[in-house]
């Protein structure tokens, strides 16, 4: 969880109220009334901006979704929830909007998808491509081979090795060092280790990943117009699924000497 200090919480409070799906008015109002803790129309709008007519209307916005209590005095008097509370309420709405969402996609979801995709396709985009690599893990069935940068692998990415782990998967790790290797190890306990071909952190290689034989992928970081100054590389990752796809047949090549080389008979 990032606790570092918002430079401008003002702003990005409202932008994210925004995304929770409340109009800029009734985002503003919220955000004024969280910092007065009570208030009238009138206060509200000198501290947001919101014109006093609009204020009514926000508030009406805000009430019906449980975020504002309203006192019948004259004049009436707001009360905004607690910023814990109006989390807790965001974070159940959004949790029951994923829930639907999943339920109705998976009504919808061709029987098809389920099998061997054909081709060799692409995913841009570190967030993208992690949560592709943790659907392949909750998906494996016998063995994950997985060589990556340290910086790839967070914590998310353990909690799903250490659950194939516990499904009975093997788990056969390269390119981490051997403080992380440790961390690992006390994590997935079973887990194999092995050394990689290269220095990881002296090329643009991100990802190499074999799942039960039969599912790759592959990515680079490579640098990104748009990406954050503390994240200065982006991802890009191929990969591929079947017996004869061509990137499976490749990195299952390369895998298979690697690993007959570390462990010779």
Do not use: C
């Amino acid at each position: 969880m990032n606790n570092d200090p918002i430079e401008d919480p003002q702003s990005a409070a409202v932008e994210q109220l925004e995304r929770f799906g409340l109009s800029a008015y009734a985002a503003r109002t919220f955000v004024a009334l969280a910092s007065l803790g009570t208030g009238t129309a009138r206060d509200i709008s000198q501290v947001s901006d919101v014109p006093r007519t609009r204020v009514y209307d926000a508030i009406d916005e805000l009430h019906d979704r449980g975020l504002v209590d309203i006192l019948q005095s004259s004049p009436k008097q707001f009360w905004a929830i607690s910023a814990e509370t109006a989390s807790r309420t965001f974070e159940h709405e959004l949790q029951n909007r994923t829930d639907v969402l999943r339920a109705a996609l998976s009504e919808i979801e061709p029987v098809e998808r389920r099998a061997e995709q054909r081709g060799v396709w692409t995913v841009d985009g570190q967030r993208s491509v992690t949560e592709r690599v943790i659907e392949f893990f909750e998906n494996a069935e016998e063995e994950i081979v997985y060589m990556t940068v340290e910086d790839l692998l967070t914590d998310d990415l353990i909690d799903a090795l250490s659950e194939a782990a516990a499904r009975g998967v093997s788990i056969k790790l390269g390119g981490v060092s051997t403080a992380v290797q440790e961390r690992i190890q006390e994590d997935i306990p079973g887990a194999t280790m092995f050394e990689s071909l290269w220095v990881w952190s002296d090329t643009s290689a991100g990802r190499l990943m074999m799942i039960d034989g039969r599912k790759t992928l592959v990515s680079a970081l490579v640098n990104g117009t748009d990406a954050s100054p503390s994240d200065p590389r982006s991802e890009t990752a191929i990969w591929g699924e079947g017996d004869t796809n061509s990137l499976v047949v490749v990195l299952k090549a390369i895998f298979t000497w690697r690993l007959a080389t570390e462990n010779p008979e």
